[in-house]
């Protein structure tokens, strides 16, 4: 729940209703010619007392789980974009507040990607990102990135350490929508750093949807011979790549989300909003959430034991 919304009132289903707002202070629902709203594809921004908000529409369960994935980096004390359901002018979605701070420029993954790794034969849309959105090809170019920074050792170390935990946070909820256009970088002349994580509307859809589709951050590039992502591919893959300090984060996260805990926020988002998650919706998260759990939990039994 975002507390600087505690003032507009939510309608039955448990969502913010932004039309209530606008129709008290502006006397109309339109958002047309409105100098506080401004409006960019399916996403629309906001201004409210002062502070920025983002609009997104969505289906009902990519609202209940982005509002879960919040909870779940909450519990896990990952810096993230917060949530809250609304809708506005008839359409249903979420809320989040601007989390960007004025003192740092926000640079996404495909800008990052795309100005070290183009050869200027290239334009934007031909690129293909999915190629470099791995974490051993985004180490080398932050190096580069930071070279001349003299806290250089300092960023590059908290960006990876917090680009894995993403990484491992994906795995973990089989998200779908882990492209480098989700993920950005803070900088400015002196120091960087990892935004909040945000957008995980589509987790659990690494089961559903296209699998060669799929360009969530991977381990390392991808070849010839793989063609498509597998979340419980890389997790193998990872598990022998990296530290002992790694995998037991990766084994602490693991511990933190089981399903039980999953459960006990879905009760928890009904409790504070007031209202009942469609139990088709809530089922199928479950479910699906609780399946892909005890893969990983496999896996990760079946590689530990091959170090042992």
């Not at 339109?30 to 289906?59: E, G, H, P, V, W």
């Not at 480098?180 to 750093?193: D, F, G, P, R, V």
């Not at 790694?246 to 511990?255: C, E, R």
């Amino acid at each position: 729940m975002i507390k600087g919304l505690n003032f507009i009132e939510r309608n039955l289903d448990g969502y913010i209703d932004l039309d209530s707002y606008l129709l008290e202070k502006y006397g109309s629902v339109a958002i047309k010619n409105n100098s506080d709203i401004n409006r960019d594809s399916n996403i629309i921004m906001i201004t409210i007392n002062n502070a920025i908000y983002y609009f997104k529409s969505c289906s009902k369960e990519e609202a209940v789980k982005e509002m879960l994935a919040d909870k779940m980096l909450e519990y896990l004390g990952i810096e993230h974009a917060c949530y809250d359901l609304a809708c506005i002018n008839g359409e249903y979605g979420v809320i989040s507040q601007n989390f960007k701070d004025s003192n740092y420029n926000y640079i996404s993954g495909d800008d990052l990607i795309y100005e070290y790794y183009n050869d200027n034969t290239l334009e934007k849309k031909e690129f293909n990102f999915d190629k470099f959105n791995n974490l051993i090809d985004i180490w080398n170019l932050l190096e580069i990135r930071y070279n001349y920074y003299p806290n250089k050792e300092v960023i590059v170390k908290n960006i990876m350490y917090n680009l894995n935990e993403k990484f491992m946070f994906d795995i973990i909820t089989c998200q779908w929508d882990g492209a480098s256009y989700n993920w950005m970088i803070a900088e400015n002349s002196t120091y960087a750093k990892l935004a909040p994580v945000y957008d995980n509307q589509k987790m659990l859809d690494g089961l559903d949807y296209d699998k060669n589709k799929n360009l969530n951050i991977k381990v390392d590039e991808f070849n010839q011979a793989r063609t498509e992502y597998d979340n419980l591919v890389e997790l193998k893959k990872y598990l022998n790549y990296s530290s002992e300090e790694f995998v037991q984060i990766f084994k602490n996260m693991l511990k933190s989300l089981t399903p039980a805990n999953i459960k006990w926020m879905l009760i928890t988002i009904e409790s504070e909003l007031r209202i009942k998650i469609p139990h088709k919706i809530k089922e199928s998260i479950l479910a699906r959430y609780t399946y892909n759990y005890n893969q990983i939990e496999k896996i990760l039994e079946e590689e530990l034991s091959k170090k042992r």
